[in-house]
């Protein structure tokens, strides 16, 4: 059975940075794609950003050029960048295995979470 443990959850300032980190008990590398998604009060769960096995990474608009996702396939863990950090980026962070990608041909992609969740990481932005 696979269990995931995310950890690096806070309360942080506007502008600040955090690190999230997942933890998966099992070898990553035989999960297609790793996934953050994350939900807010009130809101849907919306992926944030998704790593593949050959270490592609894709991102949701709101979080360019702001988050950065890794893996560490020899650790089993992946890693969630976060800088610069709006107060709009607070929610409970999940994190998400063998999740499928699809492409279309326009450039954007469709996102099928994975059967593998974790319990969730808190982050809270103040402003």
């Known amino acids: 059975q696979v269990h995931l443990v995310e950890s690096g959850g806070d309360l942080v300032q506007a502008g600040g940075s955090l690190r999230l980190a997942c933890v998966v008990s099992g070898s990553i590398f035989s999960f297609s794609a790793m996934g953050w998604y994350r939900q807010a009060p009130g809101k849907q769960r919306d992926v944030v950003a998704a790593v593949t096995r050959g270490g592609t990474t894709v991102y949701g608009d709101s979080v360019k050029g702001r988050f950065a996702i890794s893996r560490d396939n020899a650790k089993n863990t992946v890693y969630l960048q976060m800088n610069n950090l709006e107060p709009e980026d607070t929610a409970v962070y999940y994190c998400?295995?063998?999740?499928?990608?699809?492409?279309?041909?326009?450039?954007?992609?469709?996102?099928?979470?994975?059967?593998?969740w974790g319990q969730g990481t808190q982050v809270t932005v103040s402003s």
């Open positions: 998400n295995a063998d999740l499928r990608i699809d492409r279309y041909s326009n450039g954007t992609y469709r996102f099928t979470p994975g059967d593998y």
